[in-house]
């Protein structure tokens, strides 16, 4: 049996944002893999079919890692501004 005994808003924002956070790392980490090795490899061979917004993908795809990060790393002073 799980007992829930301190389960207030401030839990429930700081689960709230870290599944946030998990959720951006783990859309774009794949994504930022994906397009990493398509870039390798059209570096490698010019008759690779090359997309004109790569660097612009990898690039929000990559910030994306990094604010799913910074959500997981500060949660607990996250949901504390939002409960003010």
């Known amino acids: 049996m799980i007992s829930i005994k301190n389960f207030d808003s401030k839990n429930i924002l700081t689960v ?10 783990l859309e774009n980490i794949t ?3 994906s397009l990493l090795y398509f870039e390798l ?3 490698y061979n ?3 079919p090359k997309e004109n917004n790569n660097g612009l993908n990898i ?22 501004y939002f409960e003010k």
């Open 59 to 80: 690039l929000f795809a990559a910030l994306n890692i990094v604010l799913g990060s910074a959500l997981i790393i500060y949660r607990k002073n996250i949901s504390e």
């Open 46 to 48: 010019p008759m690779f």
């Open 41 to 43: 490899k059209n570096s």
């Open 16 to 25: 709230g944002v870290f599944i946030i956070g998990g959720f951006l790392i």
């Open 31 to 33: 994504t930022l893999i």
